[in-house]
């Protein structure tokens, strides 16, 4: 005979353990069949009775009478289930990108801890055995129909493992998160998110590590396609450009992510306008802390970052020096260094003139900058917008010190030729006229020097 076979049962558990860690992972599995299958309730015992040995179906179970763990949910095996239990690698719920336990082989990471698994759901039990030791040659597993009542049963046929599985209609969901405003120092050291590392779940914590975080001010939960440990989510790469779940994994990001990404900024905005939400003490800075750094954001969530700036642009998300939340085409974007003298009177001359100042953070005035590019250049104080503004809103009432500090400005860039018609040179009187090129004697203005003193 010539031909491919099967490794034995035992042999293939064995490969998916290696693949699968111990410890708390196995209960994370667990929690997650539950979610797959529509639980509202999760219960874990630890029983460390031993039970007697008397009515054993076969004198080999005698030694799984010992301490066991039992694992329960509200949800009950429909047939399909039963059958998809007895089938390793060849989950029933492949099919559907929003099942958590689609990969056929995360139940079996129990095997870790047991050898005969026990599922009781509904009024059936059912034993796995892959040893075949306990009902005979060739017989992996049994199944009963003793009738029972319940879900959760502790009888004399002792199990490791008590759980229960069940498909499920579940809702699309991307659940953003954030760490809630502290103290009012924290607020001023740079808002609720500052030093805090985001990371991605499905639904229960990813394992620690670098390929759980993604860069973002923010946990980021979700039906995302893992690898088959579900150790890690799974991303398009040149050896799996067309995995479905690769490519289900970047719509999300590129789509859902951002959607619901700004839905958080937004409700935050919103609440803290209102002033309405006295359990939680926002602010501007704490605000501003959970947009992302796109410098920080790791490579395969950067695909969100367009989108979502673009979503929140849309609205009023930029609080300008007058107190009003404005959106990005009404802002005019400040970086002047607030030590320096004349900053306070151009800022001020600025909001007397109706303008919209803002100062943002070098991280938001980034995303204000990648979205401005495709419409045209981000408004800036700089001295030569702060000219135009002085030629077509005037000085209005300002005195000599705040003149004197906008000449000072406006003279910055050294763009000496920009500076006619504007009524910012000084006199000896104290008055001020206009610089101008012109060559009649009473526009004549004279300079005192070293040479040519008063």
């Not at 003149?403 to 000896?428: I, K, M, T, W």
Request: hydrophobic share 40%; net charge negative.
């Amino acid at each position: 005979r010539f031909g491919q076979t099967t490794p034995p049962l035992v042999d293939f558990l064995k490969d998916i353990l290696r693949r699968y860690p111990e410890g708390g992972q196995i209960l994370k599995e667990l929690i997650q069949n539950a979610e797959d299958a529509g639980a509202t309730e999760v219960k874990f015992l630890y029983d460390e009775t031993q039970y007697g040995t008397q009515t054993l179906w076969s004198k080999d179970m005698a030694q799984y009478q010992g301490p066991a763990l039992y694992v329960y949910n509200n949800a009950v095996f429909t047939p399909e289930d039963w059958h998809g239990i007895q089938e390793i690698a060849r989950s029933r719920k492949k099919d559907d990108p929003l099942k958590v336990g689609r990969f056929g082989i995360g139940f079996n990471s129990v095997y870790h801890i047991t050898d005969v698994p026990c599922i009781f759901s509904g009024d059936q039990i059912g034993m796995l055995d892959p040893h075949q030791t306990l009902f005979g040659p060739h017989e992996s597993g049994q199944s009963l129909f003793p009738g029972l009542e319940g879900r959760f049963l502790l009888d004399n046929l002792k199990p490791h493992l008590l759980a229960a599985l069940k498909e499920a209609a579940q809702t699309r969901v991307i659940g953003i998160a954030t760490p809630l405003p502290g103290s009012a120092e924290e607020d001023r050291a740079g808002g609720a998110a500052a030093g805090f590392s985001g990371k991605a779940f499905c639904f229960l914590p990813l394992p620690p590590g670098e390929e759980s975080r993604t860069g973002l001010p923010v946990h980021v939960s979700g039906f995302f396609g893992l690898t088959d440990n579900r150790r890690s989510i799974k991303w398009r790469e040149l050896d799996q450009w067309r995995d479905p779940a690769a490519v289900w994994n970047e719509l999300l990001v590129l789509s859902v992510v951002p959607r619901a990404y700004a839905a958080l900024i937004l409700d935050a905005i919103a609440r803290l306008r209102a002033g309405c939400s006295p359990g939680l003490p926002l602010s501007v800075a704490a605000v501003y802390g959970l947009w992302p750094d796109a410098a920080l954001v790791k490579l395969p969530w950067r695909p969100a970052l367009e989108p979502l700036f673009q979503e929140l642009f849309q609205h009023a998300v930029l609080p300008s020096l007058g107190g009003h939340w404005v959106p990005l085409e009404q802002a005019c974007f400040s970086d002047l260094d607030e030590g320096l003298d004349y900053t306070p009177a151009v800022l001020h001359f600025l909001q007397r003139s109706g303008r919209q100042v803002v100062r943002a953070p070098a991280h938001v005035a980034a995303a204000a900058q990648l979205v401005a590019s495709s419409a045209g250049p981000l408004t800036q104080v700089t001295p030569t917008w702060t000219r135009q503004v002085l030629r077509k809103a005037g000085l209005g009432g300002a005195g000599a010190p705040e003149r004197l500090h906008l000449l000072e400005f406006v003279l910055s860039d050294q763009a000496y030729g920009e500076l006619l018609g504007l009524e910012l040179l000084p006199l000896q009187s104290g008055a001020f006229v206009p610089f101008s090129s012109s060559a009649c004697d009473q526009d004549v203005v004279y300079i005192a020097s070293e040479e040519h003193p008063r």
